[in-house]
Protein backbone atom coordinates (compact mmCIF):
# COMPACT_ATOMS: atom_id res chain seq x y z
CA UNK A 1 0.00 0.00 0.00
CA UNK A 2 1.39 3.22 -1.31
CA UNK A 3 2.28 6.10 2.00
CA UNK A 4 1.25 9.74 1.31
CA UNK A 5 2.43 12.64 3.15
CA UNK A 6 0.24 14.52 5.54
CA UNK A 7 -0.14 18.06 5.74
CA UNK A 8 3.11 19.57 5.93
CA UNK A 9 5.81 19.60 8.84
CA UNK A 10 4.60 19.74 12.71
CA UNK A 11 6.26 21.07 15.30
CA UNK A 12 4.68 18.55 17.90
CA UNK A 13 3.27 15.18 17.04
CA UNK A 14 1.20 13.91 19.84
CA UNK A 15 -0.04 10.31 20.05
CA UNK A 16 -3.76 9.85 21.55
CA UNK A 17 -5.86 12.03 22.96
CA UNK A 18 -6.99 10.33 25.96
CA UNK A 19 -5.72 11.88 29.53
CA UNK A 20 -2.49 13.13 28.53
CA UNK A 21 -3.22 14.02 24.91
CA UNK A 22 -5.40 16.54 25.66
CA UNK A 23 -3.79 18.45 27.94
CA UNK A 24 -0.24 18.29 25.93
CA UNK A 25 -2.77 19.74 23.13
CA UNK A 26 -4.07 22.75 25.33
CA UNK A 27 -0.77 23.85 26.73
CA UNK A 28 2.02 23.08 23.48
CA UNK A 29 -0.49 24.86 20.99
CA UNK A 30 -0.57 28.14 23.95
CA UNK A 31 2.29 29.21 22.10
CA UNK A 32 0.80 30.19 18.81
CA UNK A 33 4.17 29.71 16.69
CA UNK A 34 3.49 25.89 17.74
CA UNK A 35 1.87 23.65 14.69
CA UNK A 36 0.62 21.12 16.64
CA UNK A 37 -0.71 17.69 15.30
CA UNK A 38 -3.18 15.68 17.56
CA UNK A 39 -3.56 11.97 16.22
CA UNK A 40 -6.60 9.74 17.63
CA UNK A 41 -7.41 6.39 16.86
CA UNK A 42 -11.30 6.37 18.41
CA UNK A 43 -13.92 9.08 17.26
CA UNK A 44 -15.66 12.22 18.72
CA UNK A 45 -17.13 11.83 21.73
CA UNK A 46 -20.80 12.58 21.18
CA UNK A 47 -22.81 9.97 22.80
CA UNK A 48 -25.06 10.31 25.43
CA UNK A 49 -23.09 7.39 27.59
CA UNK A 50 -20.07 9.65 27.46
CA UNK A 51 -21.63 12.19 29.28
CA UNK A 52 -24.25 10.74 31.47
CA UNK A 53 -22.13 10.09 34.48
CA UNK A 54 -23.70 6.62 35.18
CA UNK A 55 -23.25 5.72 31.54
CA UNK A 56 -19.71 4.52 32.52
CA UNK A 57 -21.41 0.76 33.10
CA UNK A 58 -22.39 0.88 29.22
CA UNK A 59 -18.99 1.95 27.73
CA UNK A 60 -16.76 -0.34 29.46
CA UNK A 61 -17.17 -2.97 26.90
CA UNK A 62 -18.57 -0.97 23.85
CA UNK A 63 -16.22 -1.08 21.12
CA UNK A 64 -17.20 1.88 19.97
CA UNK A 65 -15.36 3.78 22.49
CA UNK A 66 -13.21 1.14 23.98
CA UNK A 67 -10.54 -0.86 23.00
CA UNK A 68 -11.80 -3.71 24.85
CA UNK A 69 -8.16 -5.26 25.77
CA UNK A 70 -7.71 -8.67 27.79
CA UNK A 71 -5.00 -10.12 30.16
CA UNK A 72 -3.14 -13.28 29.34
CA UNK A 73 -4.50 -15.93 31.74
CA UNK A 74 -3.18 -15.09 35.41
CA UNK A 75 -1.29 -17.85 37.40
CA UNK A 76 -1.77 -15.81 40.49
CA UNK A 77 -5.48 -15.33 39.82
CA UNK A 78 -6.78 -18.76 39.14
CA UNK A 79 -5.56 -18.59 35.00
CA UNK A 80 -8.58 -16.34 34.78
CA UNK A 81 -8.00 -13.51 32.19
CA UNK A 82 -9.43 -10.17 32.69
CA UNK A 83 -11.48 -7.53 30.68
CA UNK A 84 -9.60 -4.50 30.31
CA UNK A 85 -10.96 -1.70 29.09
CA UNK A 86 -9.07 1.29 28.08
CA UNK A 87 -10.69 4.63 26.47
CA UNK A 88 -10.34 4.58 22.28
CA UNK A 89 -12.69 8.48 21.67
CA UNK A 90 -11.37 11.95 22.69
CA UNK A 91 -10.49 12.16 26.27
CA UNK A 92 -9.53 8.47 25.88
CA UNK A 93 -9.92 6.37 29.31
CA UNK A 94 -11.49 9.83 31.25
CA UNK A 95 -14.40 9.42 28.63
CA UNK A 96 -15.24 5.88 30.35
CA UNK A 97 -13.65 5.88 33.79
CA UNK A 98 -15.90 6.09 37.26
CA UNK A 99 -14.61 9.73 37.50
CA UNK A 100 -12.76 10.11 40.79
CA UNK A 101 -10.18 12.30 41.26
CA UNK A 102 -7.25 11.07 43.09
CA UNK A 103 -3.82 12.58 43.15
CA UNK A 104 -1.57 10.16 45.09
CA UNK A 105 0.24 11.09 48.08
CA UNK A 106 3.27 13.00 48.83
CA UNK A 107 5.57 9.93 49.56
CA UNK A 108 4.43 8.21 46.54
CA UNK A 109 6.79 11.33 43.98
CA UNK A 110 9.00 11.55 46.77
CA UNK A 111 10.00 8.57 46.19
CA UNK A 112 10.06 8.87 42.54
CA UNK A 113 12.96 11.46 42.99
CA UNK A 114 15.00 9.06 45.44
CA UNK A 115 14.73 6.50 42.80
CA UNK A 116 16.30 8.72 39.93
CA UNK A 117 13.43 10.89 38.64
CA UNK A 118 15.20 13.94 39.31
CA UNK A 119 12.73 16.80 39.17
CA UNK A 120 9.65 14.58 40.33
CA UNK A 121 9.52 15.26 44.12
CA UNK A 122 6.12 16.28 45.64
CA UNK A 123 7.02 19.72 45.47
CA UNK A 124 8.09 20.04 42.00
CA UNK A 125 4.92 17.95 40.80
CA UNK A 126 2.30 20.31 43.42
CA UNK A 127 2.33 23.47 40.88
CA UNK A 128 1.38 21.24 38.05
CA UNK A 129 -1.21 19.19 39.63
CA UNK A 130 -3.02 23.14 41.17
CA UNK A 131 -2.85 24.04 37.68
CA UNK A 132 -5.22 21.04 36.34
CA UNK A 133 -7.82 21.96 38.78
CA UNK A 134 -10.33 24.07 39.21
CA UNK A 135 -12.07 22.67 42.65
CA UNK A 136 -10.77 25.36 45.50
CA UNK A 137 -7.47 27.75 45.94
CA UNK A 138 -5.25 27.24 48.71
CA UNK A 139 -1.70 25.67 49.51
CA UNK A 140 -2.77 21.98 48.46
CA UNK A 141 -5.14 22.84 45.76
CA UNK A 142 -5.90 24.98 42.54
CA UNK A 143 -9.00 26.80 41.40
CA UNK A 144 -9.38 28.28 37.80
CA UNK A 145 -7.57 25.20 36.25
CA UNK A 146 -9.68 23.93 33.21
CA UNK A 147 -10.19 20.34 34.85
CA UNK A 148 -13.39 20.89 36.73
CA UNK A 149 -13.54 18.46 39.95
CA UNK A 150 -16.62 18.41 41.91
CA UNK A 151 -17.74 16.96 45.74
CA UNK A 152 -20.84 14.96 45.73
CA UNK A 153 -23.89 17.09 46.05
CA UNK A 154 -26.19 15.00 48.56
CA UNK A 155 -24.88 12.23 50.98
CA UNK A 156 -27.28 8.73 50.13
CA UNK A 157 -28.32 7.93 53.63
CA UNK A 158 -25.99 4.42 53.59
CA UNK A 159 -22.96 6.08 52.41
CA UNK A 160 -23.48 8.38 55.74
CA UNK A 161 -23.58 5.20 57.84
CA UNK A 162 -20.16 4.45 56.19
CA UNK A 163 -18.42 7.35 57.09
CA UNK A 164 -19.77 7.07 60.84
CA UNK A 165 -18.97 3.13 60.78
CA UNK A 166 -15.13 5.18 59.53
CA UNK A 167 -15.13 6.66 62.92
CA UNK A 168 -15.68 3.66 64.75
CA UNK A 169 -13.27 2.04 63.20
CA UNK A 170 -10.80 4.59 64.33
CA UNK A 171 -10.44 6.38 60.87
CA UNK A 172 -11.53 10.29 61.28
CA UNK A 173 -13.11 12.09 58.74
CA UNK A 174 -10.64 13.51 56.36
CA UNK A 175 -12.28 16.98 54.32
CA UNK A 176 -9.67 16.66 51.30
CA UNK A 177 -7.79 13.55 50.69
CA UNK A 178 -5.90 15.43 47.75
CA UNK A 179 -4.70 17.70 50.55
CA UNK A 180 -2.38 17.60 53.01
CA UNK A 181 -2.87 13.86 54.09
CA UNK A 182 -5.04 11.27 52.55
CA UNK A 183 -5.86 8.96 55.56
CA UNK A 184 -8.98 8.75 56.74
CA UNK A 185 -12.74 8.66 55.39
CA UNK A 186 -14.50 11.16 52.65
CA UNK A 187 -16.74 11.06 49.48
CA UNK A 188 -14.74 10.90 46.38
CA UNK A 189 -13.91 14.03 44.58
CA UNK A 190 -15.01 13.63 40.90
CA UNK A 191 -14.59 15.17 37.10
CA UNK A 192 -18.20 15.55 36.92
CA UNK A 193 -19.26 19.35 36.26
CA UNK A 194 -22.90 20.35 36.25
CA UNK A 195 -24.24 16.58 36.18
CA UNK A 196 -22.15 15.63 33.26
CA UNK A 197 -18.64 14.03 32.86
CA UNK A 198 -16.22 16.35 32.27
CA UNK A 199 -13.36 14.66 31.15
CA UNK A 200 -10.31 15.46 29.88
CA UNK A 201 -11.72 16.29 26.00
CA UNK A 202 -14.53 18.75 27.91
CA UNK A 203 -11.95 20.48 29.79
CA UNK A 204 -8.92 20.64 27.70
CA UNK A 205 -9.56 20.40 24.48
CA UNK A 206 -13.16 21.85 23.51
CA UNK A 207 -11.92 25.21 24.72
CA UNK A 208 -9.47 25.49 22.20
CA UNK A 209 -10.58 23.57 19.23
CA UNK A 210 -10.58 26.87 16.95
CA UNK A 211 -6.74 27.35 17.51
CA UNK A 212 -4.90 28.02 14.11
CA UNK A 213 -2.09 26.05 14.59
CA UNK A 214 -4.34 22.83 16.35
CA UNK A 215 -5.13 20.40 14.11
CA UNK A 216 -7.17 17.49 15.02
CA UNK A 217 -7.09 13.98 13.12
CA UNK A 218 -9.93 11.16 14.58
CA UNK A 219 -10.27 7.32 13.04
CA UNK A 220 -6.22 7.57 12.57
CA UNK A 221 -4.49 4.09 13.41
CA UNK A 222 -1.08 4.54 13.91
CA UNK A 223 0.99 1.93 12.36
CA UNK A 224 4.75 2.81 13.40
CA UNK A 225 7.37 5.97 14.40
CA UNK A 226 9.14 6.91 11.58
CA UNK A 227 12.89 7.26 12.22
CA UNK A 228 16.16 8.27 10.42
CA UNK A 229 19.70 9.31 11.89
CA UNK A 230 19.23 7.99 15.05
CA UNK A 231 15.88 10.58 15.30
CA UNK A 232 12.01 9.98 15.14
CA UNK A 233 10.86 11.78 11.87
CA UNK A 234 7.17 11.33 12.00
CA UNK A 235 4.36 8.83 12.44
CA UNK A 236 2.83 6.80 9.75
CA UNK A 237 -1.07 5.65 10.38
CA UNK A 238 -4.42 4.41 8.43
CA UNK A 239 -7.44 6.49 8.04
CA UNK A 240 -10.34 6.70 5.79
CA UNK A 241 -8.50 3.38 3.59
CA UNK A 242 -5.70 5.32 2.99
CA UNK A 243 -2.16 4.99 4.75
CA UNK A 244 -0.20 8.82 5.50
CA UNK A 245 3.17 9.50 6.99
CA UNK A 246 2.92 12.74 8.76
CA UNK A 247 6.30 14.87 9.57
CA UNK A 248 7.60 16.01 12.62
CA UNK A 249 10.22 18.64 12.50
CA UNK A 250 10.04 19.24 15.69
CA UNK A 251 9.53 16.52 18.69
CA UNK A 252 7.02 13.14 18.86
CA UNK A 253 5.06 12.98 21.90
CA UNK A 254 3.76 9.18 22.87
CA UNK A 255 0.88 9.77 24.88
CA UNK A 256 -0.81 7.20 23.84
CA UNK A 257 -1.42 4.92 27.41
CA UNK A 258 0.47 1.91 29.64
CA UNK A 259 -0.47 -0.31 27.14
CA UNK A 260 -0.55 1.60 23.63
CA UNK A 261 2.60 3.25 24.17
CA UNK A 262 5.23 0.71 24.57
CA UNK A 263 3.19 -1.21 21.96
CA UNK A 264 4.02 0.74 19.45
CA UNK A 265 7.08 1.92 20.46
CA UNK A 266 8.15 -2.39 19.99
CA UNK A 267 6.61 -2.88 16.89
CA UNK A 268 8.43 0.15 15.09
CA UNK A 269 11.76 -1.40 16.76
CA UNK A 270 12.27 0.57 19.43
CA UNK A 271 11.59 -1.94 22.11
CA UNK A 272 13.77 -4.91 23.41
CA UNK A 273 15.70 -5.79 20.53
CA UNK A 274 15.40 -9.42 21.31
CA UNK A 275 11.67 -8.78 20.71
CA UNK A 276 12.31 -6.76 17.61
CA UNK A 277 13.94 -9.41 15.60
CA UNK A 278 11.66 -11.94 17.34
CA UNK A 279 8.98 -10.36 14.91
CA UNK A 280 11.00 -9.60 12.01
CA UNK A 281 11.84 -6.04 12.65
CA UNK A 282 14.69 -4.34 12.26
CA UNK A 283 16.71 -2.95 15.89
CA UNK A 284 16.51 0.96 15.21
CA UNK A 285 17.17 1.41 19.33
CA UNK A 286 17.45 -1.73 21.92
CA UNK A 287 15.44 -0.46 24.95
CA UNK A 288 14.62 -3.72 26.70
CA UNK A 289 12.82 -1.96 29.66
CA UNK A 290 9.71 -0.87 27.10
CA UNK A 291 6.60 -3.38 27.57
CA UNK A 292 8.21 -4.01 31.47
CA UNK A 293 7.57 -3.37 34.69
CA UNK A 294 3.39 -3.41 34.09
CA UNK A 295 1.99 -2.67 37.09
CA UNK A 296 -2.02 -2.35 38.62
CA UNK A 297 -4.47 -2.13 41.47
CA UNK A 298 -6.40 -5.31 41.96
CA UNK A 299 -9.55 -4.86 44.01
CA UNK A 300 -11.68 -7.18 46.59
CA UNK A 301 -14.85 -6.60 47.22
CA UNK A 302 -16.91 -7.14 50.54
CA UNK A 303 -20.92 -7.37 49.47
CA UNK A 304 -23.97 -7.14 51.92
CA UNK A 305 -27.62 -7.12 51.04
CA UNK A 306 -29.26 -4.24 52.37
CA UNK A 307 -32.49 -4.56 54.61
CA UNK A 308 -35.11 -2.03 52.70
CA UNK A 309 -35.00 -0.92 49.20
CA UNK A 310 -33.08 2.24 49.01
CA UNK A 311 -29.98 1.37 47.09
CA UNK A 312 -28.81 2.37 43.53
CA UNK A 313 -29.78 -1.33 42.55
CA UNK A 314 -33.46 -0.03 42.92
CA UNK A 315 -33.27 3.29 41.37
CA UNK A 316 -31.67 2.00 37.99
CA UNK A 317 -34.42 -0.57 37.43
CA UNK A 318 -38.04 0.84 35.47
CA UNK A 319 -39.81 2.23 36.49
CA UNK A 320 -37.83 4.26 38.98
CA UNK A 321 -35.10 4.83 35.97
CA UNK A 322 -37.38 5.89 34.09
CA UNK A 323 -38.19 8.63 36.75
CA UNK A 324 -34.13 9.16 37.36
CA UNK A 325 -33.31 9.50 33.34
CA UNK A 326 -36.24 12.27 33.44
CA UNK A 327 -34.85 13.61 36.47
CA UNK A 328 -31.30 14.20 34.88
CA UNK A 329 -32.41 15.14 31.49
CA UNK A 330 -34.48 18.05 33.22
CA UNK A 331 -31.99 19.04 36.10
CA UNK A 332 -28.55 17.17 35.74
CA UNK A 333 -29.13 15.80 38.98
CA UNK A 334 -29.93 11.99 40.61
CA UNK A 335 -28.58 8.76 40.48
CA UNK A 336 -26.86 9.29 36.68
CA UNK A 337 -25.48 12.31 38.01
CA UNK A 338 -23.26 9.91 40.34
CA UNK A 339 -19.94 8.56 39.90
CA UNK A 340 -20.08 4.77 40.55
CA UNK A 341 -17.70 5.51 44.43
CA UNK A 342 -19.58 7.58 46.53
CA UNK A 343 -17.04 7.44 49.71
CA UNK A 344 -14.00 5.49 50.72
CA UNK A 345 -10.98 5.62 52.82
CA UNK A 346 -7.35 5.57 53.05
CA UNK A 347 -6.23 3.48 55.90
CA UNK A 348 -3.49 1.06 57.46
CA UNK A 349 -3.69 -2.46 57.46
CA UNK A 350 -1.02 -2.15 60.45
CA UNK A 351 -0.52 0.25 62.73
CA UNK A 352 3.53 0.21 62.44
CA UNK A 353 3.14 1.63 59.17
CA UNK A 354 3.65 5.11 58.48
CA UNK A 355 1.26 5.54 55.39
CA UNK A 356 -1.94 3.97 54.30
CA UNK A 357 -1.27 0.92 52.18
CA UNK A 358 -4.92 0.58 51.05
CA UNK A 359 -7.60 2.40 49.51
CA UNK A 360 -11.07 1.43 49.49
CA UNK A 361 -14.49 2.57 47.81
CA UNK A 362 -17.78 2.62 48.97
CA UNK A 363 -20.98 2.15 46.97
CA UNK A 364 -24.86 1.59 48.21
CA UNK A 365 -25.11 -1.09 45.52
CA UNK A 366 -24.23 -4.08 44.62
CA UNK A 367 -23.04 -5.99 41.44
CA UNK A 368 -22.92 -9.38 39.90
CA UNK A 369 -19.68 -9.51 38.51
CA UNK A 370 -15.76 -9.70 39.98
CA UNK A 371 -14.10 -6.36 40.55
CA UNK A 372 -15.94 -3.32 42.23
CA UNK A 373 -18.56 -2.73 39.41
CA UNK A 374 -20.63 -4.92 37.14
CA UNK A 375 -24.22 -5.75 36.61
CA UNK A 376 -26.12 -4.45 39.42
CA UNK A 377 -27.93 -7.42 41.33
CA UNK A 378 -31.87 -7.33 41.63
CA UNK A 379 -32.09 -7.10 45.33
CA UNK A 380 -30.94 -4.07 47.67
CA UNK A 381 -27.07 -4.20 48.47
CA UNK A 382 -23.81 -2.22 49.63
CA UNK A 383 -20.32 -3.04 48.36
CA UNK A 384 -16.67 -1.75 50.02
CA UNK A 385 -14.16 -2.61 47.38
CA UNK A 386 -10.46 -2.53 48.38
CA UNK A 387 -7.24 -2.69 47.06
CA UNK A 388 -3.25 -2.04 47.83
CA UNK A 389 -1.99 0.87 47.31
CA UNK A 390 1.89 0.27 46.20
CA UNK A 391 1.22 -3.89 45.02
CA UNK A 392 5.12 -5.04 44.57
CA UNK A 393 3.91 -7.22 41.50
CA UNK A 394 5.43 -6.98 38.22
CA UNK A 395 4.03 -7.30 34.35
CA UNK A 396 4.65 -6.99 31.27
CA UNK A 397 2.95 -5.93 27.51
CA UNK A 398 4.51 -7.12 24.73
CA UNK A 399 3.80 -7.12 20.74
CA UNK A 400 2.82 -11.20 19.93
CA UNK A 401 3.24 -9.71 16.24
CA UNK A 402 4.75 -7.27 14.01
CA UNK A 403 1.61 -5.71 12.55
CA UNK A 404 0.23 -3.18 15.42
CA UNK A 405 -3.34 -3.42 14.76
CA UNK A 406 -3.30 -7.25 16.48
CA UNK A 407 -3.46 -6.52 20.26
CA UNK A 408 -0.30 -7.27 22.66
CA UNK A 409 -0.14 -9.94 25.30
CA UNK A 410 -1.29 -8.33 28.38
CA UNK A 411 0.02 -9.72 31.60
CA UNK A 412 -0.02 -8.34 34.97
CA UNK A 413 0.72 -11.05 37.31
CA UNK A 414 -1.51 -9.81 39.86
CA UNK A 415 -1.16 -11.70 43.55
CA UNK A 416 2.43 -13.03 42.46
CA UNK A 417 3.94 -11.34 45.05
CA UNK A 418 3.97 -12.37 48.85
CA UNK A 419 3.09 -9.13 49.85
CA UNK A 420 0.19 -8.53 47.74
CA UNK A 421 -1.40 -11.55 48.84
CA UNK A 422 -0.92 -10.58 52.25
CA UNK A 423 -2.17 -7.20 51.62
CA UNK A 424 -5.61 -8.86 49.85
CA UNK A 425 -6.43 -10.68 52.80
CA UNK A 426 -5.95 -7.77 55.47
CA UNK A 427 -8.00 -5.01 53.22
CA UNK A 428 -10.94 -7.58 52.95
CA UNK A 429 -10.92 -8.02 56.95
CA UNK A 430 -10.89 -4.50 57.35
CA UNK A 431 -13.63 -4.22 55.22
CA UNK A 432 -15.51 -6.80 56.91
CA UNK A 433 -14.89 -4.68 60.38
CA UNK A 434 -16.27 -1.58 58.23
CA UNK A 435 -19.31 -3.11 57.31
CA UNK A 436 -19.60 -4.70 60.65
CA UNK A 437 -19.74 -1.12 62.37
CA UNK A 438 -22.65 -0.45 64.31
CA UNK A 439 -23.47 2.47 61.81
CA UNK A 440 -23.27 -0.25 59.22
CA UNK A 441 -25.27 -3.11 60.32
CA UNK A 442 -28.43 -1.50 60.63
CA UNK A 443 -28.71 -1.59 56.87
CA UNK A 444 -27.08 -4.74 56.79
CA UNK A 445 -29.06 -7.99 56.22
CA UNK A 446 -26.07 -10.50 55.80
CA UNK A 447 -22.61 -10.33 54.16
CA UNK A 448 -23.32 -12.15 50.46
CA UNK A 449 -19.88 -11.89 49.56
CA UNK A 450 -17.46 -13.30 50.52
CA UNK A 451 -19.63 -15.42 52.96
CA UNK A 452 -19.53 -15.30 56.43
CA UNK A 453 -17.83 -18.61 56.69
CA UNK A 454 -15.08 -17.62 54.56
CA UNK A 455 -12.90 -16.46 57.71
CA UNK A 456 -9.24 -18.08 57.57
CA UNK A 457 -6.22 -16.65 55.53
CA UNK A 458 -6.31 -18.98 53.33
CA UNK A 459 -10.24 -18.62 52.38
CA UNK A 460 -10.00 -15.12 51.92
CA UNK A 461 -6.90 -15.20 50.18
CA UNK A 462 -9.14 -17.86 47.88
CA UNK A 463 -11.82 -15.72 47.35
CA UNK A 464 -9.14 -13.01 46.20
CA UNK A 465 -7.90 -15.31 43.94
CA UNK A 466 -11.12 -15.83 42.09
CA UNK A 467 -12.91 -13.34 42.27
CA UNK A 468 -10.83 -9.89 42.46
CA UNK A 469 -10.20 -7.81 39.16
CA UNK A 470 -8.55 -4.92 37.91
CA UNK A 471 -9.46 -1.36 38.68
CA UNK A 472 -7.79 -0.29 35.33
CA UNK A 473 -4.72 1.77 36.63
CA UNK A 474 -1.99 0.05 34.50
CA UNK A 475 0.80 2.16 34.41
CA UNK A 476 4.58 1.51 34.57
CA UNK A 477 5.85 0.25 30.86
CA UNK A 478 8.02 2.85 29.79
CA UNK A 479 9.45 3.68 33.15
CA UNK A 480 11.10 6.93 33.68
CA UNK A 481 14.85 7.47 35.78
CA UNK A 482 17.86 6.83 35.68
CA UNK A 483 20.50 5.11 33.85
CA UNK A 484 18.97 1.89 33.22
CA UNK A 485 15.21 3.11 32.78
CA UNK A 486 14.18 3.72 28.86
CA UNK A 487 12.82 6.97 29.35
CA UNK A 488 14.67 9.94 31.17
CA UNK A 489 13.49 12.03 34.17
CA UNK A 490 12.84 14.91 30.91
CA UNK A 491 10.22 12.05 29.14
CA UNK A 492 12.90 11.35 26.52
CA UNK A 493 13.23 7.95 24.99
CA UNK A 494 16.89 6.85 25.53
CA UNK A 495 18.72 5.64 22.35
CA UNK A 496 16.87 8.33 19.54
CA UNK A 497 16.21 11.76 19.91
CA UNK A 498 13.03 13.49 19.00
CA UNK A 499 10.98 11.25 20.72
CA UNK A 500 9.22 11.74 24.58
CA UNK A 501 6.57 9.53 26.04
CA UNK A 502 4.07 11.46 28.64
CA UNK A 503 1.23 9.35 30.13
CA UNK A 504 1.11 6.64 32.63
CA UNK A 505 3.36 4.71 31.10
CA UNK A 506 6.53 6.52 32.37
CA UNK A 507 4.99 6.39 36.33
CA UNK A 508 8.32 4.06 37.89
CA UNK A 509 5.88 3.22 40.76
CA UNK A 510 2.39 2.82 40.66
CA UNK A 511 0.66 5.91 42.39
CA UNK A 512 -1.58 4.90 46.10
CA UNK A 513 -4.50 6.60 43.83
CA UNK A 514 -6.66 6.38 41.16
CA UNK A 515 -4.20 7.10 37.88
CA UNK A 516 -6.17 9.46 35.97
CA UNK A 517 -5.15 12.92 38.03
CA UNK A 518 -1.43 11.78 38.27
CA UNK A 519 -1.53 11.41 34.25
CA UNK A 520 -2.94 14.21 33.71
CA UNK A 521 -0.11 16.13 35.84
CA UNK A 522 2.54 14.19 33.90
CA UNK A 523 1.12 15.93 30.61
CA UNK A 524 0.86 18.94 32.17
CA UNK A 525 4.69 18.87 33.64
CA UNK A 526 5.73 17.61 29.92
CA UNK A 527 4.32 20.31 28.24
CA UNK A 528 6.09 22.48 30.82
CA UNK A 529 9.41 21.46 30.02
CA UNK A 530 8.92 21.43 26.48
CA UNK A 531 7.88 25.27 26.35
CA UNK A 532 10.95 25.71 28.76
CA UNK A 533 8.30 27.04 31.96
CA UNK A 534 8.60 26.36 35.12
CA UNK A 535 4.68 25.00 35.29
CA UNK A 536 2.45 24.50 32.72
Not at 419 to 432: C, H, K, Q, T
Not at 476 to 496: D, I, K, N, Q, S
Request: net charge positive.
Amino acid sequence: MSVEPFEGDWDHIIVGAGSAGCVLANRLTADPRRRVLLLESGGEARHPYLHVPAGFLKTFRDPRFNWNFSTEPGPGVDGRAMHTPRGRVLGGSSAINGHLWVRGSARDFDDWAQAGCRGWSHADVLPHFRSLEDYRDDAHRGAGGPQHVSDIPALHPIVAAFLEGGAECGLARNPDYNGAAQEGVFTYQRSIRRGRRFSAASAFLAPIRNRANLRIVTGAMVLRIETALGRATGITFARDGRVQTAHAKGEIVLAAGAIGSPHLLQVSGLGPAALSQALGLPVIANNPGIGENLQDHYAMRVVHRVTRPVTLNEQARPPRLWWEMARWLLTRRGMLAYSPAHAGAFARSRGTLDEPDLQFVFTPASYSEEGVTGQLQDVPGMTIGVWQCRPESRGFVRARDADPRQAPAIQPNYLMAAEDREAAINGLRIARRLLGTRALAAWSAAETAPGAGQVSDDALLAYARAKGATVYHLCGTCRMGGEGAPVTPELRLRGVDGLLVADASVMPRIVSANTNATTMMIAAKAAAMMLGQPCG
